[in-house]
């Protein structure tokens, strides 16, 4: 996982700046400056749902490389949340329609805490708002959703209104809720 900024200038041209970075040589990390290789973000003139990045390997003006990517759902449970109210630096989860989450935290304040991010399937009771989760990939330690992989405690339970997710924790199972964390549709 990667967390830091980027800037576009007139031409998008995008510059980074990398922040946490634990995905070894596979980030934008190569983009930190005007020289090549350079990348490129532009929305698509076909439609606004699509942005194209574009690698210019050699600084030579011409794209060598450039990927497409579809802007996701984002209705009800479905789309990127971003937590409003946790403690950590970043804490976000996106949803999407095929049965997929990803989860990305960052909290450089808190040892016990491991930065990273999961990717999983999810399944969500209708009535209950009851959230259960299978992890393929996790290297965010405890943090994240890890506990949360199967019926018993600790359950998380989650409830939309609007752009607004509300989870609620109940740690040990004794039914009574310890934890509200606030996500904010992005």
Do not use: C, H, K
């Not at 290297?139 to 939309?160: C, E, K, M, W, Y």
């Amino acid at each position: 996982m990667e967390w830091g900024r980027f800037f576009r200038d007139f031409i998008d041209r995008t510059t980074t700046s990398v922040s946490l970075d634990n995905n070894g040589s596979a980030d934008l990390g190569d983009f930190s400056n005007n020289s090549a290789p350079n990348l490129r973000l532009v929305n698509s003139r076909i439609s606004s749902v699509t942005l194209v990045v574009s690698v210019d390997e050699d600084g030579d003006n011409f794209s060598d490389e450039s990927i497409s990517f579809d802007r996701i759902i984002s209705e009800g449970l479905l789309g990127t949340w971003v937590g409003s109210n946790a403690a950590a630096e970043l804490l976000m989860i996106s949803f999407f329609d095929d049965g997929v989450y990803f989860q990305a935290e960052i909290d450089r304040d808190d040892p016990t805490l491991m930065s990273g991010m999961e990717l999983g399937t999810y399944s969500r009771e209708s009535e209950t708002g009851l959230l259960t989760v299978t992890q393929t990939f996790d290297n965010n330690g405890r943090s994240g959703l890890t506990d949360f992989t199967g019926i018993g405690a600790p359950n998380i339970f989650v409830a939309v209104s609007g752009d607004t997710l509300t989870a609620t924790i109940d740690e040990d199972g004794d039914t009574v809720l310890d934890e509200t964390i606030v996500f904010q549709r992005q």
